[in-house]
């Protein structure tokens, strides 16, 4: 048993994962993108759970993943599962694992043959769909169990969902450090300037209907066939489109195009000898409807073509990771980005990969619309590289609103700091770009928060919540550490008109501090705000300021 080795990441999100049990956190959610691992980091948790003699309930909802996890789970510890779905059974069992299907195990006659305390943790697979009624009544008859949620990196408009059930984000992995740290391959977005109209397509249950998407994307289908046919030819590629029907005529417009194209979908009795012929290469593209998002691996894609217009990033990222997997000869993935036409902003384009802040995201979407145009659609741009010419453009913008912010704070009689002024000053942009995630983080400062922020300098009353109030005392606390300067620091050297005073060492402020109070709070003649470069010294540190 376990002799699977873990790749560093994965060590630490499985150390997290008990550190937080022990603490009392309960119910945990894990997040790796697609292609990460994360069914052995599981794996090994139930490794874990079993040999402290607990019984362990896997729960999905598809077969594929279901057998996805007992196969990985042999494989890395050689457990053996007993399965809970249509006719198979786990009563009698000796097994002390079990992988349920939540379609089965919902139903009450089902879920009545288990006393509820038989599961003493739950392991759920592609853990976003647990807010849904049937997870709930599976969740809720088992109310002491442990509960870990795994998922491919959602976007944080789920993940205050899932903070409606999850007690903390035990570990996150995200998909810009895989890449950078070689576990996933680079991705190149390719954005090709075939405007999709898609304005009258109208929302359902969160996401555009699928129905209506396939109609407004039929007119355009011959025209990416001709794009697809230039770009594509001698490629891995996977097509995801809206409805079934739409993927079949994808499929025939493509083999039109020389391009030799495989359709699968839900009732496809070949599917398996199908994905099985396009993994050896037999196909040059894979058309499906929604169907390998999930529970479908094939290393060897290094192209996909995202059709299904979609505002949920958690399903834009597990259409791309279907190619962002590492294989023999594949240097980087080629997402072909098309320009969609639509009023709902939330629309998912390759930029919600990897960017955390929206406000990066918009600018590095218009950012590779401006060079489609320019290009003419021919050239691919890493998104990572994309991604830092977007927030330098965003720390720009940013720069310039500061200084007319600025102005406006200098009049202003408070003594404390605006906290926007701090997060500018220092560069922290996770703290300027900070949405709440669970349950307390939401809430209101509490007064312990607001008072240590305001004896530490911070105007509280600009803070929103526990979460953003929590994460800027851990900052200063850290700067304190570091020897950086304070907020009050900050605002009095830059109402002068200092800049970046916030990267200063604490001692060189005070340093300038003290010249200008000597100069009867007058900034010296012989110094430019607008230039002035601190001067590092050795003194030891002390806070008067």
């Known amino acids: 048993m376990g002799a699977v080795a873990l790749r560093p990441y994965q060590q630490e999100a499985l150390d997290s994962i008990f550190t937080r049990w022990a603490e009392g956190q309960r119910r945990l959610l894990l997040c790796l993108p697609t292609g990460c691992g994360k069914t052995i980091v599981f794996a090994k948790a139930i490794e874990r759970l079993v040999r402290n003699g607990m019984r362990v309930l896997v729960l999905a909802h598809r077969s594929e993943l279901l057998a996805q996890a007992a196969d990985k789970l042999d494989k890395a510890t050689g457990l053996k599962c007993a399965v809970e779905k249509a006719e198979e059974t786990c009563v009698g069992s000796w097994f002390r694992v079990v992988v349920g299907s939540v379609q089965t195990l919902c139903r009450e006659k089902r879920l009545a ?35 870990l949620g795994v998922t491919a990196t959602p976007d944080r408009g789920d993940m205050r969902n899932l903070g409606e059930y999850f007690d903390a984000l035990a570990y996150e992995y995200t998909i810009t450090k895989a890449i950078r740290e070689g576990y996933l391959c680079p991705i190149k977005a390719q954005t090709i300037p075939l405007t999709l109209d898609i304005r009258g397509v109208a929302t359902q249950s969160g996401d555009f209907a699928a129905g209506q998407l ?49 359709e699968v979908n839900g009732e496809s009795r070949d599917r398996a000898e199908t994905l099985a ?47 962002t ?67 330098e453009d965003v720390v720009a913008a940013r720069e310039e609103a500061l200084a007319k912010a600025l102005e406006e704070m200098k009049k202003r009689k408070r003594k404390l700091v605006d906290p926007l002024q701090f997060e500018m000053s220092i560069q922290a942009e996770d703290l300027s770009g900070y949405v709440p995630s669970f349950g307390w983080e939401a809430g209101p400062p509490t007064d312990k928060q607001r008072a240590s922020l305001e004896k530490l300098g911070i105007f509280p ?70 230039t002035y470069t601190p001067e590092p010294v050795q003194t030891g540190i002390d806070f008067p300021f």
């Open 461 to 530: 009353d600009e803070i929103e919540n526990a979460g953003k109030a929590q994460m800027m005392l851990d900052r200063l606390s850290k700067r304190r550490a570091d020897g950086l300067t304070t907020p009050k620091q900050i605002r009095f050297l830059e109402g002068r008109g200092f800049t970046h005073v916030g990267t200063w060492p604490f001692d060189s402020a005070k340093k300038l501090i003290d010249r200008i109070a000597a100069n009867g709070w007058r900034v010296p003649g012989t110094i430019d705000p607008r």
């Open 277 to 323: 012929a396009f993994a050896r290469g037999e196909y040059d593209v894979l058309c499906n409807s929604m169907l390998l998002t999930e529970g479908w691996d094939c290393p060897e894609v290094d192209c996909v073509v995202v059709l299904r217009a979609t505002k949920v990033r958690s399903l834009y990222c597990q259409m791309v990771g279907r190619g």
């Open 113 to 147: 043959q288990f006393d509820a305390h038989y599961f003493d943790a739950i392991i759920i697979d592609e853990a976003h769909h647990c807010l849904s009624d049937s997870y709930q009544t599976v969740l809720a008859h088992f109310p002491d169990a442990l509960v």
């Open 325 to 391: 997997r590492l294989a023999p000869g594949k240097d980087h993935l080629l997402l072909l980005d098309f320009l969609w036409n639509t009023e709902k902003h939330e629309l998912c384009r390759p930029a919600c990969l990897i960017c955390e802040s929206p406000e990066v995201a918009a600018k590095m979407t218009e950012n590779l619309e401006a060079l489609a145009e320019e290009e003419d659609g021919q050239l691919a741009i890493d998104l990572e590289e994309a991604e830092a010419q977007a927030k």
């Open 214 to 262: 396939g109609s407004a994307l039929d007119p355009y289908l011959e025209g990416i066939a001709q794009e697809m046919a230039g770009i594509c030819r001698g490629r891995r590629t996977v097509v995801f489109l809206p409805l079934v029907a739409t993927s079949q005529k994808m499929q025939d417009i493509l083999n039109a195009h020389g391009l030799r194209t495989a």
